[in-house]
């Protein structure tokens, strides 16, 4: 047999924000004690408002089944003391026990529980481990630490199996069947039935109980007042959600304000009726901010709501008078005398004020566009880098006097925009809205009169900050976001703050995916690490102003294998000739040398979440990372997408299958713990020498094995060696002009002749010769793969 349960927490206002996941938990709470005592419901509803959580269990029956649990025991030859142990521990006599081969044994029968006595003794412990975000202690019992803590003062319980009342209580509240409607509209007590007539009794005393029912009438109404009005509503789920949460009878009414607070930006006149009122937002025709609003009412007016109205009208007219002086006083001072207060507001303590980060992103902002990072032809390129601190970047080569004027111009509008992008933090509208920072600023630049350029960098330089956010595209405000997150992370890098687990408290993997989306949605062909150099050197500037080309030129001089032989390496190794650093500048160089390290591996592991969520596998991704020195994520995608198209062909999944067969063949050959043997060496034969001459020596040597093997070649070698002569001359060519689709193709053409080598070919032949010379012709089949990835790294 079996009856509904149900059970009804009454208290004083839940906050709304609290009651979803309070729903949540109080059906996890519930189905795990009754699980743990063998009871299952066919069903569970919970049902929350703000003056109720409650919890209808259907078809919960009426007694737990009879158990019977055996337990093993000491042997007969224990001491009496584990005897006696083992007979407190089951609550049996010795009697009672059972001997098998001299083991004792134990069978506790347990009968079946009514269920009413279970939930007694249930339902205290689940309201006791109830886990509110916050809650409190309440009347003379709150003396006592060990009284109940509960969301606001619990007022009375419900707890009905069937028609009964199952008895119990909790902090002196005894379990009953009556319970309270609204606060208003009904009064005394009201007596319910059973869990069937639970809602029908509470909607006939002006509660609805159904939370999903409250936002369907609310969110009806809102459109249906807003189309009278001849206006939209703007979709606001979690409003409909809150005021839901905030009533227990809803009542929208349609509400004016006057036309004058247009004025004030938008925005600010939306977060005023949202956060502050919890009101909804209209627009006209036009899709421009209408001057109406729509409140939720948790009553039904004698007059219709016209008091309501008028009340809520007077509230939100004192909030938007308050936000048009904010608006009217912030622009009677300019963003650059703004500006000057930051150096009151730290940062962070380790890394300054928001001053010393303001000039920092300004000087990066600048070299972003004068060394053609941002607002060029987006063409692969190495930046430029000033030899000493202050120079300025030289502009590209190849650049027309009017592209070199266009840059400088640029520059100068990206300085500018970044020495005001965080002036609005001092302000007092952002004082009262925080949510508005960097767009305030825009409107206080426009108003001022600065240029767009400069207004709408201040504006969205916070931008993209999520997935789905929009990127931006301009160059002044791509160089000004871009450095504003890679000051931000090589600063708490450096200071040896990363995200750890779960904890990210700077933002720094929303940063670093914003930084990523920003270089590939504007297609900026720039290594990363050139990216995390200059903001490194920039961060060694704040106290050594006098040794940054020295300490600029150690963290270079300190990566060379990380960014290989690019240009500003040589620049800081001829800079760091002859000079000493102290031990403060070498365990700075320490640091820094660190922190870039880790923010190459961070942004690996970023890409690949990114990539990842946009269907790019995983494994592809490290097969392009595992080439080395790869950090241009533009090229980096663009091998990483034409890799995936690729494998997936079946000349792709041939291609691999043999690529493997060859790198176990030659990975059979190398010495346990050594270097691979004469001939097979590295791909590059001549990379491990340190001597160029030698160098080109070796690798002549290893490719005279293949040019003149010395013996007449099988039909299959030869064209094997036939076609990969003229595939990698065609991949290279390819991948020198990034056109990596037609390097696979170029690849795709060793499939068939690597397939009949293989059938037809043995490759550790009893003649050495033959054996060398098909182990280095392998060899090449492996470097020339690896020209666009490492494919060892690919699954499948």
Not at 82 to 103: I, M, P, S
Not at 263 to 280: A, G, M, S, W
Request: charged share 25%; proline share 5%.
């Amino acid at each position: 047999m079996s009856a509904d349960f149900l059970l009804e927490l009454r208290c004083e206002e839940i906050p709304a924000r609290m009651q979803a996941k309070a729903s949540e938990d109080f059906a996890r709470l519930f189905s795990d004690a009754m699980a743990q005592a063998g009871l299952k419901p066919e069903g569970l509803t919970v049902h929350v408002t703000p003056r109720r959580l409650a919890l209808i269990a259907r078809a919960l029956p009426l007694s737990t089944q009879a158990v019977s649990d055996e337990f093993k025991g000491p042997r007969t030859s224990a001491p009496p003391q584990a005897l006696e142990g083992f007979l407190r521990k089951t609550g049996l006599t010795q009697e009672q026990l059972e001997d098998r081969d001299g083991v004792w044994f134990a069978t506790v029968e347990k009968p079946g529980r009514a269920t009413a006595d279970v939930l007694a003794e249930a339902i205290p412990q689940v309201v006791r481990a109830f886990p509110w975000p916050k809650s409190m202690r309440w009347g003379d019992a709150s003396l006592s630490t060990e009284s109940l803590r509960w969301v606001r003062p619990l007022q009375g319980i419900i707890a009905l199996l069937g028609n009964d009342v199952v008895p119990f209580a909790i902090e002196g509240i005894a379990t009953g069947r009556t319970t309270r409607g609204h606060r208003f509209h009904s009064s005394g007590e009201i007596t319910i039935e059973s869990a069937a007539t639970y809602a029908d009794q509470l909607r006939a005393a002006y509660v609805i109980v159904d939370q999903e029912e409250r936002k369907a009438i609310i969110d009806r109404r809102a459109n249906e007042l807003a189309t009278q009005a001849g206006l939209e509503l703007i979709p606001d789920a979690g409003l409909v959600a809150e005021n839901a949460g905030l009533t227990e009878w809803p009542v929208p009414l349609l509400g004016r304000f006057d036309a004058a607070f247009l004025e004030v930006p938008p925005e600010v006149i939306q977060l005023t009726l949202r956060i502050n009122q919890k009101y909804f937002v209209l627009r006209d025709s036009a899709g421009k901010l209408a001057n109406a609003f729509i409140c939720t009412a948790n009553i039904e007016a004698s007059d219709g709501g016209t008091a309501i109205v008028e009340g809520n009208g007077k509230v939100l007219a004192a909030r938007l008078s308050d936000a048009r002086f904010f608006w009217e006083q912030d622009k009677k001072t300019k963003l650059e005398d703004h500006a000057r207060k930051l150096s009151r507001i730290t940062f962070h303590e380790k890394l300054g004020t928001v001053a010393d980060k303001v000039e920092r992103v300004a000087k990066l902002a600048r070299w972003l566009v004068e060394s053609g990072v941002v607002g060029a032809d987006n063409q692969p390129r190495v930046p430029a880098k000033a030899g000493s601190q202050g120079d300025v970047a030289q502009a590209g080569p190849g650049l027309l006097p009017s592209q070199e004027h266009g840059r400088a111009q640029l520059a100068d509008l990206a300085e500018q925009a970044a020495r005001l992008c965080k002036a609005d933090l001092v302000t007092e509208m952002v004082g009262e809205f925080p949510e508005l920072q960097g767009l305030m600023g825009g409107y206080y630049a426009r108003a001022e009169g600065l240029p767009d350029a400069v207004a709408d960098a201040i504006r969205d330089h916070y931008k993209p900050v999520g997935q789905g956010d929009e990127v931006p595209t301009a160059p002044v405000t791509v160089a000004v976001s871009l450095a504003d997150k890679l000051d931000t992370l090589v600063g708490f890098f450096a200071e040896d703050m990363p995200p750890t687990g779960s904890k990210d408290p700077y933002a720094l993997r929303r940063a670093a995916i914003a930084v990523i989306q920003l270089i590939i949605s504007n297609n900026v062909h720039v290594r990363l690490s050139s990216l995390l150099l200059e903001a490194s050197r920039l961060h060694f500037n704040r106290g050594w102003t006098n040794y940054a080309e020295e300490i600029g030129a150690g963290v270079y001089f300190g990566l060379a294998d990380v960014i290989g032989d690019a240009p500003e390496l040589q620049l800081y190794q001829q800079a760091l000739a002859g000079r000493d650093l102290s031990d403060e500048h070498k365990a700075l160089l320490k640091k820094h040398h660190s922190a870039i390290r880790q923010l190459l591996d961070f942004f690996a592991d970023r890409l690949k979440v990114q990539q990842r969520e946009a269907g790019v596998r995983h494994d592809l991704i490290d097969a392009v990372f595992a080439l080395g020195g790869e950090d241009d994520l533009v090229r980096l995608l663009a091998r990483v997408h034409a890799l995936q198209s690729f494998v997936s062909t079946e000349d792709g999944k041939n291609l691999l299958a043999g690529y493997k067969r060859a790198a176990n063949i030659l990975k059979k050959e190398q010495p346990e713990g050594g270097k691979p043997q004469s001939q097979l060496g590295e791909e590059d034969p001549g990379e491990a020498l340190t001597d160029p001459e030698m160098a080109d020596a070796m690798r002549a040597h290893e490719a005279q094995f293949v040019a003149e093997p010395g013996y007449a070649l099988e039909p299959a070698e030869a064209a094997l060696v036939s076609v990969l002569d003229e595939a990698e001359p065609r991949a290279q060519a390819a991948i020198e002009a990034e056109d990596f689709e037609s390097a696979m193709a170029a690849l795709a053409t060793l499939r068939a002749p690597i397939d009949a080598f293989f059938e037809t070919v043995t490759v550790n032949d009893t003649d050495e010769r033959k054996r060398q010379s098909r182990l280095s012709l392998l060899t090449r089949i492996r470097a020339a793969v690896h020209k666009v990835a490492d494919f060892s790294k690919i699954e499948g």
